[in-house]
Nanobody, 123 residues
Framework: QAQLVESGGGLVQPGGSLRLSCAAS????????TSWFRQAPGKEREGVSC????????YYADSVQGRFTISADTAKNMVYLQMNNLKPEDTAIYYC????????????????WGQGTQVTVSS
């Protein structure tokens, strides 16, 4: 049974940066496509970014393009989301999830989810 654990969330001022981490146990990221999702109160879950660790392919939602960077360290079995120039609208719970689906559409069923980490952007 695979498990994913996110960390790195917190409170940051607008314009600040955070790096989220997703650690896997019971599996390795190079087997999956890994995505970061977020959900703000009263809003639908939104796909933020995706990485196919086996070949380094990445994809970003328009809302974070140029500000967020997803990466994978297969030696450490970690996936990261570097978030720069954060805005109040980035406030949400961020989740990492993995799917066997090879596309980075961030749609459809995901096999495993983490418990989420809160990111709050506020002055």
């Amino acid at each position: 049974q695979a498990q994913l654990v996110e960390s790195g969330g917190g409170l940051v001022q607008p314009g600040g940066s955070l790096r989220l981490s997703c650690a896997a146990s019971g599996t390795t990221f190079d087997y999956w496509v890994t995505s970061w999702f977020r959900q703000a109160p009263g809003k639908e879950r939104e796909g933020v970014s995706c990485i196919r660790a086996s070949n380094g392919y990445t994809y970003y939602a328009d809302s974070v393009q140029g500000r967020f960077t997803i990466s994978a360290d297969t030696a450490k079995n970690m996936v990261y989301l570097q978030m720069n120039n954060l805005k109040p609208e980035d406030t949400a719970i961020y989740y990492c999830a993995v799917t066997i689906n090879p596309s980075c559409s961030m749609r459809g069923a995901y096999n495993y989810w983490g418990q989420g980490t809160q990111v709050t952007v506020s002055s």
